[in-house]
């Protein structure tokens, strides 16, 4: 009887075990950059977080955190320093003594030059609001202010600023300026007729209404009204109200007190 032999080994073809050395190496590879880069990641994610989170950029450095936050609101306007600037704002002063549409000491320390136009809501908040709050400081001689026309944001504004003019031939601009602005509604944009205008300058008591109408639609006024509004276009004043007050200017509506403090400053640059 014969015994079977065992069969024999078969051997490895060895260009499949190279390919398969190179695979495991590629895939071990392979394998540690995936992870090389999740490692690197990871950090730049939460780096991100603490540098927009204000409480973490608080905690590593206070003086970020200083930098960032709010700054107490201004309370008064700043002097401007660039000499061109300067220039512009003082030659709208006039100080003329004849101005029938100035009030205050000609040689008060401070002069307001106001831009406004009687169908601005902010202006007639400014006349409700503001300008009663600076009467004493006028009185008192520290304070004179001068109007200017700016009358573009309705299509009667430069009727109601020919009004003005022809209140003021009459010495009445500022009763007329009161009466037209305690009429009006300080949220909206009051239109103007011949008419109206006409009853409040009998509201403002203006003694002769007939003159009032005939100034009123003068074509001298109305080229004053247009050549007053194109000027403070022409400076950069496209907006009302538009205060300058001596070095400093306000462009837009600001509370009394913010008016009020910039003027006292300017009074005190001023001595």
Known sequence: ???????????????????LVVIAILLAVIA????????????????????????????????????????????????????????ILHAEVSRDPEDPRAQGAVDAP???VLYSDFSCPY????????????????????????????????????LAAQAGIAAANQGMFWEFHDAVYAAADPTGHPEYTEES?????????????????????????VQAVTEA??????IGID???????????IPGYQPAEYVRATIEEQAAAAQ
């Open 1 to 19: 009887m014969s015994v079977d032999s065992p069969a024999p080994v078969r051997q490895g073809n060895p260009l499949v075990v190279a390919l």
């Open 32 to 87: 540690g950059i995936l992870v090389t880069r999740d490692d690197r990641s990871a950090p730049a994610q939460t780096a991100a977080t603490v540098s927009t989170d204000p409480s973490a950029a608080a905690a590593t450095d206070p003086g970020a955190a200083a930098s960032a936050a709010p700054t107490d609101p201004a309370t008064s306007e700043p002097s401007q320093t660039d000499p061109a600037v300067l220039e």
């Open 110 to 112: 401070v002069v307001m």
């Open 123 to 158: 202006c007639t908040q400014l006349a409700q609001e503001v300008e009663p709050e600076l009467a004493d400081l006028v009185e008192a001689g520290t304070l004179r202010i001068e109007w200017r026309d700016l009358a573009q944001v309705s299509a009667t504004s430069p």
């Open 197 to 221: 205008l006409i009853e409040l300058a009998r509201a403002a008591g203006v003694p002769d209404i007939e003159q009032f109408t005939a100034d009123m639609n003068d074509p001298a006024t």
């Open 229 to 234: 509004t194109q000027h403070a276009q022409q």
């Open 239 to 249: 907006g009302t109200p538009f205060m300058i007050i001596n070095d400093a200017y």
